[in-house]
Nanobody
Framework: VQLQAFGGGSVQPGGSLRLSCAASGSTFANSAVGWFRQVPGKEREGVACISSGGSVTFYRDSAKGRFTISRDNADKTVYLQMNNLKPEDTAVYSC?????????????????WGEGTQVTVSS
């Protein structure tokens, strides 16, 4: 599975962005996919993850109620809609896929990673 993230940019606090993760490969529909973010000097952290069929989702506490993850297996794309963005959401966002259908709770368990896209929230 190869992944490419799109949609980052700069927004003011309270603004919105929609990230897209485009995938290639025949096993995408069987893979859990997640969005992760990292800032310099800090550990990479999971933001939101979705099961292979889309029925099970995970969100970090700070993302609940503001971010929504979804997927379209026919288009091999996973989306992250981010609303009410805050300065602390500033980071490089990457998508990753797991050969297993459900997120294992550990970014290091993901099997495939795409290059990240920068999200900057600033006034």
């Amino acid at each position: 599975v190869q992944l490419q993230a799109f949609g980052g940019g700069s927004v003011q606090p309270g603004g919105s962005l929609r990230l897209s993760c485009a995938a290639s490969g025949s096993t995408f529909a069987n893979s859990a996919v997640g969005w992760f973010r990292q800032v310099p000097g800090k550990e990479r952290e999971g933001v939101a993850c979705i099961s292979s069929g889309g029925s099970v989702t995970f969100y970090r506490d700070s993302a609940k109620g503001r971010f929504t993850i979804s997927r379209d297996n026919a288009d091999k794309t996973v989306y992250l809609q981010m609303n009410n963005l805050k300065p602390e959401d500033t980071a490089v966002y990457s998508c990753a896929a797991d050969n297993r259908p459900y997120y294992q709770g550990n970014p290091h368990a993901m099997d495939y990673w795409g290059e990240g896209t920068q999200v900057t929230v600033s006034s």
